[in-house]
């Protein structure tokens, strides 16, 4: 039985030859990667660098768990968690 919610979609967004840009690109590859029961029958996409269509991978899902990363000049430090 899987302990991960199969409405949960956890999408990876970048460019991995762009060095930080392809940071979500490299989360979801390790992801895939993992060894652990809680992943297991989870949907984790590479989404590259689709840009608006990527509004095509959140059908049929609950939940979306997007990852990537941005140049900011706001208040976040690096690594900040942003909703």
Not at 29 to 55: Q, R, Y
Not at 74 to 81: E, M, N, R, T, Y
């Amino acid at each position: 039985m899987s302990e991960f919610d199969p409405s949960v979609r956890i999408i990876g967004c970048g460019n991995i030859l762009m060095g930080d840009d392809g940071v979500g690109v490299r989360v979801v590859e390790a992801l895939k990667k993992m060894e652990c029961g809680i992943l297991e029958g989870a949907d984790i996409l590479d989404a590259g660098v689709c840009g608006l269509d990527i509004l095509n991978l959140l059908e049929g899902v609950d939940k979306v768990i997007i990852v990537d990363s941005m140049v900011g000049s706001g208040s976040a430090k690096k690594g900040s968690i942003l909703r």
